[in-house]
């Protein structure tokens, strides 16, 4: 079976700045095939595309066992092992899930700085090794095939018969004598101009030839050169290869260096490889967010958990043979939910430990852990985004425990967890610490609305101004609901202009804000660009406001996805809906641009 998958591989890269503006790189992977999703970030590249590529190893081989189980069960639906083998693995499933804290014992999460440096050999081959091939493939033209000389005439062929009459009359003897060396000489003459013209053949051809050696010889000549600059080229980039592998490197040991230093940004770095390592069903969900704070050495982790939709069912398969099919048997949903809150408390507890263990810088003391589910509210039908546990462990107290002993819930009650009695419920209670939002990327606010009047272009208008403009109309338009819009720095703002926060508990939440104040229509890049810082803020929705319009492609991408895009009418709506005047003139604008106004 041919195993390369990779057109069953999706990969959507990105990068956005951390608080302290440094570049952390984002990929977006998929497997098409399996359905599953997952988002990796590092703030080193190639470590980054090492992770992805481990993902999608494990999931290729994933791919391949699902692909020869349903080969099997289109050849032999009447064979019973299908049946077995599905039960086994609904039960390895599910026991895999009630072991998570037992398995976290006995893993070891210390990161290991030596795996993540790259010491793979340059594997790209020398082109210089194939020249030989490649002259052989040059043809040799055959030696040419000389002309031997004819022998010369013999003069005894030519010599005369005499008889007695010849001798006796001796004009008759000498006659033909006479003739007899005619013939001869006639005989020398041809065979002279044999001569000449076999030399004069041979001389051709043996030139003919020469040139021919010479033109091969040119070839030859030609492919060594060839191959020179290849082996060149090939010796420069195995050199280049080399000294960026001894970049990176160096980069992991100034890393490992920083997190023993207890640097922030390493320290959160640190802890995100940790979580990146832990092993979870490929059916679980594995996005966080980590804030370490080094004055208090505390660390905040908001953690998505699954939701129990997300669970697997399947307990048991049978084969019936009557009627040729397979039975299967799931969990009821007395079970799920049992099973839901023991790995919630699992999860929760394997994530406490997996940090503290792997703390070998002894830069936390606590760890305030979220735990977050997206699922819908049986109750109204929305979907909702609840935090349904959270807790509060200090190191030295937590490794106290024995973690094959304990049972979940009453050790996650023990350090004064908060959660529902059933967590199946999606429940929502208050975090006992969030994420800090004043973010160092909000400057002071400015009020400029008030200074608009009907003949001012927005589309003209100082950029600066415009941003705070855009902030001051979000600002009335939450500020019924008790919202509140803040402006980003100018530079290297991760991609926001300003961010809304709406206390709103159904529609509310974080939302992005950016402003294109565009002459030009605005490409479906800017609109990808949104949806991808509104991913990596962790925002509810997307706004992109600008003076000009969208192209057709943005408005594709933008639909059924938390984003909304306002041109320049519904921009102006927005002003006249809260008592102000403007006008978009586009025309205008790029003649102020080209200096004609």
């Not at 397979?326 to 430990?353: F, G, M, P, R, W």
């Not at 050790?411 to 975090?431: D, E, M, R, Y």
Request: glycine residues 4%; charged residues 30%.
């Amino acid at each position: 079976m041919d195993t390369n998958f990779e057109d069953q591989h999706s990969e959507f890269k990105r990068e956005e700045y951390t608080r302290s503006y440094d570049t952390r790189y984002i990929s977006e992977i998929q497997h098409l095939g399996l359905g599953t999703y997952r988002v990796i970030k590092d703030m080193e590249s190639y470590i980054r595309d090492n992770k992805v590529k481990a993902q999608f190893k494990i999931w290729d081989d994933q791919w391949v066992n699902l692909l020869n189980k349903n080969q099997s069960l289109a050849n032999k639906e009447a064979n019973l092992n299908i049946a077995d083998v599905r039960t086994i693995e609904a039960r390895n499933i599910q026991k895999q899930i009630e072991n998570l804290l037992l398995d976290s014992a006995n893993n070891d999460t210390t990161i290991d700085w030596e795996t993540l440096k790259d010491n793979e050999k340059y594997s790209v081959e020398n082109p210089k090794i194939h020249v030989n091939e490649e002259l052989k493939k040059v043809k040799i033209p055959p030696k040419p095939v000389l002309k031997e000389n004819s022998n010369e005439p013999n003069k005894l062929y030519y010599q005369p018969q005499l008889s007695i009459v010849d001798k006796m009359f001796k004009s008759l003897g000498q006659k033909k004598i006479d003739h007899a060396e005619e013939l001869y000489q006639t005989a020398i003459s041809i065979w002279k101009n044999e001569i000449n013209e076999t030399e004069n053949y041979n001389k051709k051809i043996q030139e003919v030839y020469a040139i021919q050696l010479n033109d091969v010889e040119k070839q030859k000549e030609s492919i060594r050169k060839k191959y020179e600059t290849l082996d060149k080229e090939w010796t420069k980039q195995a050199v280049d290869f080399y000294n960026m592998q001894d970049e990176q490197n160096i980069k992991i040991d100034k890393q490992k260096a920083l997190y023993f230093e207890k640097d922030p940004e390493a320290v959160t770095e640190y802890n995100e490889l940790v979580l990146n390592e832990s092993i979870y069903p490929e059916c679980f969900p594995r996005g966080f967010e980590i804030e370490y704070n080094s004055a208090n050495k505390i660390l905040i982790v908001e953690y998505t958990l699954p939701a129990p939709e997300q669970f697997p069912t399947l307990t048991e398969v049978k084969y019936i043979a009557v009627k040729k099919e397979l039975k299967e048997t799931h969990l009821s949903e007395t079970q799920i939910a049992k099973l839901y809150d023991v790995a919630i408390y699992n999860i929760t507890l394997k994530t406490l430990y997996a940090l503290f263990k792997a703390d070998v810088a002894e830069a936390i003391e606590a760890i305030v852990f979220n735990g977050w589910v997206t699922a819908i509210n049986k109750a109204t039908g929305k979907k909702v985004n609840n935090c349904i546990v959270t807790i509060q462990a200090k190191k030295n107290e937590f490794l106290e425990i024995e973690l094959y002993n304990v049972d979940p819930k009453i050790c996650f009650k023990n350090f004064k967890g908060i959660s529902s009695s059933k967590l199946s419920g999606i429940t929502a209670v208050q975090p006992i610490a969030q994420l800090n939002k004043n973010d160092k990327r909000f400057v002071a606010s400015q009020d400029v609305a008030d200074q608009l009047n009907e003949g001012i272009n927005l589309a003209a208008m100082n950029w600066e101004d415009f941003e705070h403009l855009i902030r001051e109309l979000f600002e009335k338009e939450f500020c019924d609901n008790g919202g509140e819009v803040k402006v980003t720095q100018a530079s290297r703002d991760g991609g926001v202009d300003a961010i809304a926060f709406d206390p709103d508990p159904i529609r509310g939440g974080k939302i992005v804000i950016q402003t294109k104040r565009y002459t030009n229509t605005v490409g479906v890049s800017a609109v990808r660009d949104l949806y991808g810082t509104v991913m990596n803020e962790g925002a509810t929705k997307g706004i992109l406001v600008t003076t000009a319009d969208y192209g057709p492609d943005a408005y594709e991408f933008s639909k059924n996805k938390p984003l909304t895009l306002m041109n320049g009418a519904n921009l102006l709506y927005l002003l006249e809906k809260h008592g102000h005047k403007a006008k978009i003139d586009i025309a205008e604008a790029k003649r102020m641009q080209n200096g004609q106004i």
